[in-house]
């Protein structure tokens, strides 16, 4: 095999770059070859509008897909939860690693609890789907919060409560893991208060369809769990047409008796941003042994969800 360097596509923010040279690290080890960082800038990253507006759906992606294609590197690292769920034919996700935590957090002023913020208390987000869960959870439990629609990278999120300017903000463990911030967290959100997005603290890496030999490579670091568990969630998205920006939650976790798995759950949640709607599911059964069963079991929860009205709970998504 080749000793020539591979190139690695990335987006360029210190989130992006984290998990990149670790991606990098572990695939120098499998191939045997240098990997080097080619960053690219994606419309995600340079656009100031919301993400709910610009439509959400792979606009940190497009780029580094169209490196991809012209052969300007052999792969590329993505965050899966931002990769929309149509995979082109001449793409492949070749390897899913091990997830992290896929637990969303609190970020908050004088290391407060999301329970024990006061009344009127501002917490920062530009997801639907945290605003959508957090908001039902205040309404269920009487808790007086004010959900402030926030963009910006990791570290300008956290700024907003530095600076006094919001009292919480809420963010994916994975990421501030990635970037060494994980210490700051004051709160992780039980997944029964906020299902985390599909896939969220999975990575991707993809590589072109016609690159046998990468492929076979990077299948090592392939993680066949994350990969079932993300598949039954990604498919569970895709049934309900909606993209990364829309307020759907889902989760599949297995469940085990001591040290032996027995079954997997799928959890599954859409809500109206101002919470006061909400449709959560879920399903457990005998673990998939195959990625179809993994889809099958994401289809079969959308339709109970689209049967209880999820579409209508979606806004300006597709119904
Ligand atoms: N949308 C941005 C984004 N994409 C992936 C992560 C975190 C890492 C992950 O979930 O894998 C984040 C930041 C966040 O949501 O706090």
Redesign the pocket.
């Known amino acids: 095999m080749s000793t020539k360097a591979l190139r690695l596509g990335t987006r360029r923010s210190k ?1 992006a770059l984290a ?1 990149s040279g670790r991606v990098a690290e572990a695939v120098s080890q499998v191939t045997g070859r240098p990997v080097e960082l080619v960053e690219i800038t994606t419309y995600g990253d340079v656009s100031k509008e919301a ?1 709910a507006q610009i439509g959400g759906t792979g606009v ?1 992606v497009t780029a580094l897909r169209e490196a991809l294609l012209k052969g300007e590197v052999d792969f590329a690292v993505h ?4 990769l929309p769920t149509g995979q082109p034919d001449e793409l492949v996700l070749a390897a899913l690693p091990e997830r ?1 935590d ?1 637990r ?1 957090v609190i970020v908050a002023r004088d290391a407060l609890k999301f329970t024990d913020l006061p009344p009127g208390a501002r917490i920062g987000t530009g ?1 639907p789907r945290r605003t959508a869960q957090l908001n039902a959870y205040a309404r269920a439990h009487g808790l007086d919060i004010e959900t402030v629609a926030i963009r910006g990278n ?1 570290d300008t ?1 956290m700024r907003f409560v530095r600076d006094g300017e919001l009292d919480a903000v ?3 463990a ?3 893991q ?1 970037i060494g911030r994980i210490d700051e967290v004051t709160d992780f959100l039980s997944v029964d208060t906020v299902l ?2 599909p ?5 991707a890496i993809e590589c072109t369809a016609d690159n046998a030999d990468l492929i076979a490579a990077l299948g090592e670091l392939d993680d066949p769990f994350t990969r079932v568990a993300v598949t039954a969630e990604r498919s569970l998205l895709a049934a309900l047409e909606a993209g ?1 920006s829309a307020p759907v939650g889902a989760l599949a976790d297995l469940l085990a008796d001591g040290q032996i798995v027995k079954e997997m759950r799928l959890r599954g949640v859409v809500g109206t941003t101002d919470g006061s709607r909400m449709v959560q599911l879920s399903t457990t059964g005998p673990v998939p042994e195959t990625y179809d069963q993994a889809m099958a079991l994401g289809r079969e929860l959308a339709a109970e969800m689209l049967a209880q009205g999820a579409a209508g709970l979606m806004g300006e998504r597709a119904q």
């Open positions: 989130l998990q993400l940190f965050s899966l939860k931002d992290e896929p969303d997801s990791i999120r809420v963010l994916a994975a990421g501030l990635r985390p997005a896939g969220q603290g999975a990575l990364c």
